[in-house]
Every structure is written in structure tokens, then in C-alpha cells.
């Protein structure tokens, strides 16, 4: 059975125009987990900022946020603070796909994970386990998470098509961006073709002073052409030189080049936590 979802990709895109505030709240709070493979920690993207503070050689990497007393990790010496750079032989480059890897090593098998701790790695061998609970809510706070009563199993349901919404911070610019070059429907609905749109603006961030707004849709900078918030990243980095830097935006169908001055980072800018089922 499939459904043309187009319609619900059109009203979940003006509902978050009409209400950017509290569409970016939600933004920030996620459901994840179920039954399946689980290794017991809360992970979050490393920026640029938490990799120089640890002094990590690359920006990557899923920084541990908590650490579930009962689970493999806990068992393995896995502490809060470390900074999971392999997992099971290969590099982990974010939060995502350090999900992905995890959920897709069977129950039981051990792997070995490089982690980074006190300003070098090291080497532990966990034994990945199996979440026995329901799903976990979490928010946007750190270590902040509950499980739910178990939830019996429910019929098969028919295959439904449902669009993916892959939504990531930006801290340099102070936004919160999805990539729409995988949603041609929604790309339609803006007017282009592919770009980064905008969610929700930081308030007091560069893009805030600058103009941009929920529902503007990234398309460059400078003369770099942009499809993810971290393309946006580059762009900003290499135009580091400039006192400010051109950022074209479509708003209402139409281009609209915005002049941004992206200011040095003071102190700690940390991405939306997200703990994520691992």
C-alpha cells in the first residue's frame, strides 16, 4: 500500500512557518529506541568547539553524555565525558551513524571501541546487550532521560512511505537546518531545487542579526554552493578572512542575498543533545 504523502509534507512545512518557536522546541525533543541492539550511553554530536576543548586531532566523534549503570557500556568502563571515536573497526563520524552501527550489530557480539579520555585513547571491548524496555524519550538537557511502561506488540501495519526530516544544528551560523536535496516534494514547495532550510534561528546568533529567518532556505555562501548545515560550515570557515560573508537565501520563492558577520565563539557552543539508542 502506498500513500502520496504530499499533502502532509505541505502542512507539516507551513505548520512550522506559522509557528517556528514551537516547532523548534519540538525539534529538540526526540523518540527513539525500542527493542534491539544497545550499548547503554547518551551520545551527542562533538562541534567544533567541545573537539578543541578536548583537544581531539579531528572533529569527530560522539561525545558521552550519560551512561546507563546497568548497561554494556557501563560494564565495559565506558564513563561520562569520553568521546567514542571507532566502534567495531570503524571511524564514527557522528551521532547517526554511531546509531546505525549499533543497531545493526547483532545482540551479544563483542566489539571493540576506541574511546578518547584524559587526552588520549584507548581501547575497550563491550558486549552489546538488548534494551528490555519501551522507547526512550529524551529532551534536550544533558543526561535527561526515561523510559516508558513496555507497549504490547501491535498488528503488522501496511508499508507506508514517510518522508525522512534529517535536521542538524548549525552553531556557527545559529541554526537549525534540514537538508532538502532528498526532498524533492518539500524543495518544490519552497521554490528550489536543493539548499538547507531553515527551522528555527538562535536568538542573538548571526543569522538572527542578519535577517534570516524560519522557512528561509540556504542556497550559498559567498559563491559556494550549500546542500547540508555542514557544507554551510566549510563555507563559513574558509570565508574566516572576510569581515562578513554573503549568504543567499529564498524567501517567498524569490533570492535574497543577506550580508552575515559570524563572530569568534566564546566559550562552549554545544549542539542539541540528542541521546540516541546505543
Known amino acids: 500500500m502506498r500513500i502520496d504523502l504530499r499533502w502532509i509534507t505541505v502542512c507539516v512545512a507551513a505548520a ?11 525539534v529538540q525533543t526526540y523518540i527513539v529506541g525500542g527493542n534491539g541492539s544497545y550499548l547503554g550511553i547518551g551520545a551527542m554530536d562533538v562541534t567544533p568547539e567541545r573537539a578543541k576543548a578536548l583537544n581531539l586531532k579531528e572533529e569527530r566523534g560522539v561525545e558521552v553524555s550519560s551512561v546507563d549503570a546497568d548497561g554494556a557500556a557501563a560494564k565495559a568502563g565506558v ?20 546509531q546505525r552501527l549499533v543497531q545493526e550489530t547483532p545482540v551479544g557480539r563483542q566489539v571493540k571501541m576506541t574511546v578518547w579520555r584524559n587526552g588520549a585513547t584507548q581501547t575497550v571491548t563491550v558486549t552489546v546487550g538488548e534494551r528490555k524496555n519501551g522507547p526512550m524519550i529524551v529532551g534536550p538537557g544533558d543526561g535527561w532521560n526515561f523510559s516508558m511502561p ?5 498488528p503488522e501495519m501496511p508499508n507506508i512511505e514517510i518522508p525522512r526530516f534529517s535536521m542538524s544544528q548549525n552553531p556557527m551560523l545559529g541554526i537549525i537546518g534540514e537538508p532538502l536535496g532528498q526532498e524533492e516534494q518539500l ?5 528550489v531545487q536543493e539548499g538547507v532550510l531553515v527551522r528555527s534561528v538562535r536568538k ?11 522557512g528561509d532556505v540556504i542556497t550559498k555562501v559567498d559563491d559556494t554552493r550549500v546542500d547540508t548545515s555542514a557544507e554551510i560550515t566549510r563555507a563559513l570557515r574558509n570565508a574566516r ?7 543567499m537565501v529564498v524567501r517567498n520563492r524569490k533570492e535574497m542575498p543577506l550580508s552575515v558577520t559570524v563572530d569568534s565563539p566564546t566559550g562552549s557552543v554545544r549542539a542539541s543533545l540528542v541521546v540516541v539508542n546505543c
Open 204 to 214: 542573538g546568533s548571526a543569522a538572527e542579526k542578519a535577517g534570516i529567518k524560519a
Open 187 to 191: 524543495a518544490e514547495f519552497f521554490g
Open 79 to 98: 564513563k561520562e565525558g569520553d568521546v567514542v571515536l571507532e566502534f567495531n573497526g570503524q571511524q564514527v563520524q557522528g551521532r547517526a551513524q554511531f
Open 16 to 26: 512550522s512557518l506559522l509557528a517556528p518557536a514551537a516547532f523548534a522546541q519540538r
Open 241 to 247: 578572512s572576510k569581515k562578513t560573508v554573503t549568504v
Open 150 to 154: 513496555s507497549i504490547p506488540n501491535m
